[in-house]
């Protein structure tokens, strides 16, 4: 099975801050990452897929970028409904797998 | 718009059985394969299932494949996840998400809890 890490395991921000999240596979997945935000007690909500496309009615303040293991998520400018979960998701080959999550929260 | 509500969860015995339901809305359900994801108490998010959208290949997570099955029935809307011989460490919330662009995980339904217990 493909292993998924995330750093860091949490984020202490402020709000217009640049934010910048990793995330690494144990092995090659292409472009086949996405990425999701979850707020507490809620659903997980897409934000990018193929690695770098911006889902629809995601802000264009997100980004995502890199190719074979190693991947990043951005918010340029961070606002307040941007305080969540996020987790990188791997869907290059069964199990699909989920990295561990990064927190962000307010400084 | 899309819709995906989960039902089916509760309170189980530990080796019992139960079976969720998760009613699509909004979209060509038939056209679509449909996932099942779950997230522990104060946990991160497993991935436990996929059927594709003719519901000719299925795909399980390790920690419960030969105990769970994913089936749809494609004239109703609907897939479901039939769990057996189920774990104290198989509570969690279930979602079921719809498969979109790149095999993403692109709408989700609000979930439903299981619980094992004694």
């Known amino acids: 099975d493909i292993q998924m890490t995330q750093s860091p395991s949490s984020v202490s921000a402020s709000v217009g801050d640049r934010v910048t999240i990793t995330c690494r596979a144990s092995?090659?997945?292409?472009?086949?990452l996405a990425w999701y935000q979850q707020k507490p007690g809620k659903a997980p909500n897409l934000l990018i897929y193929?690695?770098?496309s911006l889902q629809s009615g995601v802000p264009s303040r997100f980004s995502g970028s890199g190719s074979g293991t190693d991947f990043s998520l951005t918010i340029s400018s961070l606002q307040p409904e941007d305080f969540a979960t996020y987790y990188c998701?791997?869907?290059?080959?069964?199990?699909?797998?989920f990295g561990p999550g990064t927190k962000v929260d307010i400084k | 718009q899309v819709q995906l509500v989960e039902s089916g969860g509760g309170v189980v015995q530990p080796g019992r059985s139960l079976r969720l339901s998760c009613a699509a809305s909004?979209?060509?359900?038939?056209?679509?394969?449909m996932h099942w994801v779950r997230q522990a108490p104060g946990k991160g998010l497993e991935w436990v299932a996929l059927?594709?959208?003719?519901?000719?290949?299925?795909y399980y997570a390790d920690s419960v494949k030969g105990r769970f099955t994913i089936s749809r029935d494609n004239s109703k809307n609907t897939v479901s996840l039939q769990m057996n011989s189920l774990r104290a460490d198989d509570t969690a919330v279930y979602y079921c998400?719809?498969?979109?662009?790149?095999?993403?995980?692109?709408?989700w339904g609000q979930g439903t809890l299981v619980t094992v217990s004694s």
């Open positions: 998400a719809r498969g979109g662009d790149w095999n993403s995980l692109d709408y």
């Open positions: 909004g979209f060509i359900f038939s056209t679509y394969g």
């Open positions: 059927i594709y959208y003719d519901g000719s290949s299925k």
């Open positions: 092995q090659s997945i292409s472009i086949w």
């Open positions: 193929a690695a770098s």
């Open positions: 998701h791997q869907a290059n080959s069964f199990p699909f797998t």
